[in-house]
């Protein structure tokens, strides 16, 4: 009986030691898993690797370093889609995993999504600013993007704090200096990636763009020459030269006209930073009947400018000043003095912003002195406004929105509005060439004074509509055809007026 019991004790106690060893060597196994497919890895076997980490993967779906692993061994197999998955996981569980970020950005850089390789990169470039590596992806992300100033940058920073990434960075560095246009340095710098070591696979991918880079680059043209001949068809001719918000006289006649538009630049510096001209333009009008409504407007203009970038991101600061003279029927009308500030911000490669602010001097000459003082038309106009440009398809096809408000101090109470304009449109290519244009404008004028002949306030809404095809014809000339239409009312019938105009216009540029 006493023998029996110690049997069943040693039967129980080695029991009991198996079946803890089991549960220890259970709860040992993933990392078992995680060990051996790291040294899998380490020899190159990723598919066994990857099989694996998915086990771990599915015992311990809360650990960020097993995550990490299934990511590193999708990437080396070349499933970059997954890799992502696995390194976003990973993030998801450790917001703070600095190893992560490089091979998230890796993966994106592969697949092309090179804006969220970027986003990566900068976040892995600020845990490890002397980390060559990721000055070499964000150099290579940013010339991919377009943005070759940038690239160009952290390229040679990456071959500064590691020589052995110098002909991978001059290889990049020379598509970037493709992109800028500059072919002398983008040779040289194609030949330097091929002598580093002319047998490597580098070299001979850089061999292959070399032969196409122009020997000697083309001094940059200082200056634009165009000229517009169009015959117009008008239902209604008013008086309202470019640029002016009321029109001050409505016929409720046709006539035909014909119209003639010069216009000439000068670039005295130009590219990066600096830019800053001058241009002049002149625009004629002669119609068949109503020659009182002739119009010759007389524009010079001196701009000045900076281009930089912001972040990565390039924007145009410019300020210019313009001065029109027009006369009516030959006879002196309108003389405008205008100041323009402008700054345009490319938020992507896709996406232009402008802002803009004019502040104009308006002076009439000849008034009817008989109406009195409160027609003096003549003031000073405040506009400011805001336009966004959406590019797809290649950029060779855009819409755009825009806001902008400004606001009348003229001399005669009459005059003194404040306007609201909106705007929308775009433009696609279509076929053989040809390309389209629509656009939709609304814009609404609430006076501030009571008029003196009507007494009351005049409130305009104006709605116009432009749409055009238009064909280029090799590098000088375009041909086109508009159609617009104009529908002005106001709470005064005398200002109320539609109007329709079509016209054909041929252009030549030099």
């Known amino acids: 009986m006493r023998k029996s019991f110690l049997l069943i004790a040693v039967i129980v106690i080695l ?11 259970a709860s040992q196994y993933p990392e078992l898993l995680l060990s051996k497919g790291v040294e899998a890895m380490g020899r190159g076997e990723y598919g066994k690797a990857l099989e694996g980490f998915k086990r771990a993967a599915e015992m311990e779906p809360q650990n960020p370093e097993v995550h990490y692993y299934l990511g590193l061994s999708y990437s080396r197999l070349g499933e970059y889609a997954s890799a992502i998955t696995a390194f976003e996981r990973v993030l998801e569980l450790d917001p703070e995993n600095r190893r992560v970020r490089y091979e998230l950005g890796v993966a994106y850089f592969l697949i092309e999504d090179y ?12 845990d490890d600013p002397s980390n060559a590596l990721v000055l070499l992806y964000l150099g290579a992300a940013y010339q991919r993007m377009g943005r070759h100033n940038r690239s160009i940058r952290y390229l040679r920073k990456a071959e500064e704090l590691d020589p052995k990434m110098a002909q991978i960075s001059k290889f990049y560095e020379a598509m970037a200096y493709m992109g800028l246009g500059r072919n002398k340095k983008a040779t040289d710098a194609i030949q330097k990636c091929i002598d580093l070591d002319p047998t490597s696979e580098i070299a001979a991918r850089a061999q292959e763009y070399a032969g196409k880079i122009p020997e000697e680059e083309k001094p940059e043209k200082r200056w634009n020459i165009s000229g517009t001949l169009s015959f117009q068809y008008d239902d ?12 001050v006289l409505i016929t409720d006649e046709s006539d035909f006209r014909g119209v003639g538009f010069l216009w000439g630049e000068y670039r005295f510096l130009q590219g990066r930073p600096w830019l800053g001209g001058v241009r002049y333009s002149l625009y004629q009008s002669v119609h068949n009947r109503l020659h009182d409504f002739d119009v010759t407007n007389n524009a010079p203009a001196v701009y000045g400018g900076y281009q930089g970038e912001v972040a990565g991101f390039p924007y145009k600061v410019q300020v210019d000043y313009e001065y029109q003279h027009t006369l009516l029927d030959n006879t002196r009308y309108l003389a405008r003095h205008s100041g323009i500030f402008s700054f345009d911000f490319n938020e992507a490669p896709f996406l232009l912003t402008q802002l803009t602010y004019r502040g104009q001097k308006r002076h009439y000459y000849n008034q009817n002195e008989a109406l009195g003082t409160a027609d003096d038309r003549s003031a000073f106009n405040n506009m400011a406004g805001l336009s966004q440009y959406v590019f797809f398809s290649n950029n060779t096809r855009h819409i755009q929105a825009g806001y902008s408000y400004d606001a009348d101090n003229a001399k005669g109470g009459n005059w003194d509005y404040k306007g609201h304009f909106v705007s929308a449109g775009f433009y696609t290519p279509l076929i053989y ?13 609430n006076f501030d004074n009571v008029h003196t002949t009507f007494l009351k306030k005049r409130k305009d809404k104006e709605w116009t509509g432009h749409i055009s095809l238009d064909r280029d014809f090799g590098k000088y000339l375009n041909l086109s055809a508009y159609y617009v239409h104009q529908d002005h009312n106001s709470n005064i019938d005398a200002f109320e007026y539609d109007r329709n105009i079509v016209f054909m216009s041929i252009t030549g540029r030099f």
């Open 115 to 126: 804006p969220k390789a970027l986003a990566s990169f900068k976040m892995a470039h600020s």
């Open 15 to 25: 029991g009991g030691m198996i079946f803890s060893n089991r549960i220890v060597k």
């Open 236 to 247: 209604n001719v008013v008086l309202k030269p470019e640029g002016v918000t009321t029109a």
């Open 433 to 445: 060439g040809v390309g389209l244009r629509a656009r939709g404008e609304y814009y609404w004028q």
